[in-house]
């Protein structure tokens, strides 16, 4: 643990309170991870290489976000979830289940999940800007990306409508 | 006269060809087929489960473990957590392979899992290593039953299998020369 760096922190927020934040992403983001990573083993359909490139990456940043979420924890002096069991009742966002493989609706489900996300570290900048320069640049990063997935997926279902529209006007 | 012979030869290849082909897809399928696939794609998805767990517990470890060596030991987490991931997603190719279907999501690896879980609550680097080198053991011997139960049924996925338990054996080996050394 940073003594210092919490000491810093401590002066101006409540870092348990930081740190339940910052626990309750870092399951939020291993939940998204496994979302991503069963979503481009099962989708079906057309554009289904674009999308599982798409879920893919993602994934691996949401694993990349969830080692600097558990990094920050412990610079805190917090402890990190124990148990993916907990991230059930940490998470913001849950967990959607993939139970219709369909692109449109793995994509549709992930970009609800990446709007979840963005609102959550939207929260997350704002309880830290001026407070905690550390935290607060993390979270900062981190929303940057979710708000490019967000995009990243929206653009694959929109080029898939365009095909889709398409395809039943040569019909 | 010699164009009839080539023309003979030619056909002759060919149907030299299409009874290797036939012969060898009719033995391969046969001896899938043999396999109890349910049963089968039960003990991937179980190996699927434990290989996310162990990608969390090594991630955990990598970052939790205090003590002496803890960079070693964080490094060597680290990395063991990646090859975990890696494991699971050439089982859950061969789930897909089988018309199986995978642990839709987290709490079912608490209802498929062989091995399951050890909490990392204490984070001392012997505890910890201790730890993983019993996960290790314990899915080692798991594999080894599936590898049993296809029984060479499967040339492609018996080679996966034998380079899963190939990796848990390093990882074995590791991290008891790790706790060797911490001696």
């Not at chain 1, 992930?110 to 704002?126: F, H, P, R, S, T």
């Not at chain 2, 050439?90 to 987290?106: H, S, T, Y």
């Amino acid at each position: 643990m940073a003594k210092k760096g919490k000491e810093i922190v401590s002066a101006t927020l409540d870092v348990k309170k930081l740190i339940d934040f910052l626990n309750q992403a870092l399951s939020d983001e291993w939940l998204a991870y496994y979302q991503y990573w069963i979503g481009a083993k099962v989708v079906e359909g057309p554009m289904r290489n674009d999308a599982i490139a798409e879920l893919t990456q993602h994934a691996g940043d949401e694993l990349r976000h969830a080692e600097m979420i558990a990094t920050r924890i412990l610079q805190l002096g917090g402890t990190p979830v124990l148990e993916p069991k907990k991230w059930y009742t940490l998470t913001n966002c849950g967990y959607a289940v993939p139970s219709d493989f369909s692109i449109k609706k793995i994509l549709k489900q992930n970009i609800e999940g990446e709007q979840c996300a963005i609102d959550v570290y939207n929260k997350l900048v704002e309880f830290t800007h001026n407070k905690d320069f550390v935290t607060y640049q993390l979270v900062q990063t981190i929303l940057a990306d979710e708000v490019e997935h967000e995009e990243d997926l929206q653009n694959v279902l929109d080029d898939l409508i365009i095909l889709e529209g398409s395809l039943k006007c040569k019909k | 006269m010699q164009k009839m012979n080539l023309r003979w030869i030619f056909i002759g290849a060919i149907l030299l060809l299409v009874t290797i082909g036939g012969s060898f897809y009719y033995i391969t399928k046969r001896r899938l087929s043999s396999v109890d696939k349910s049963k089968l794609v039960q003990m991937l998805n179980q190996a699927v489960a434990d290989e996310w767990f162990s990608h969390y517990q090594y991630f955990l470890a990598s970052k939790v473990v205090k003590g002496s060596m803890q960079r070693d030991a964080s490094d060597l987490f680290a990395k063991f957590s990646l090859e975990e991931f890696e494991n699971s997603s050439k089982l859950a190719d061969k789930v897909i392979l089988f018309a199986g279907v995978l642990p839709m999501e987290p709490k079912i690896w608490y209802e498929i899992a062989k091995s399951g879980f050890s909490v990392p609550s204490d984070s001392s680097v012997n505890r910890l290593v201790e730890q993983n080198i019993e996960s290790e053991k314990s899915m080692i011997d798991f594999y080894q039953q599936v590898v049993s139960f296809l029984n060479n049924r499967d040339v492609e996925l018996d080679k996966v299998l034998r380079s899963i338990i190939e990796f848990k054996t390093s990882h074995l080996a590791q991290l008891q020369s790790f706790l060797e050394q911490l001696k």
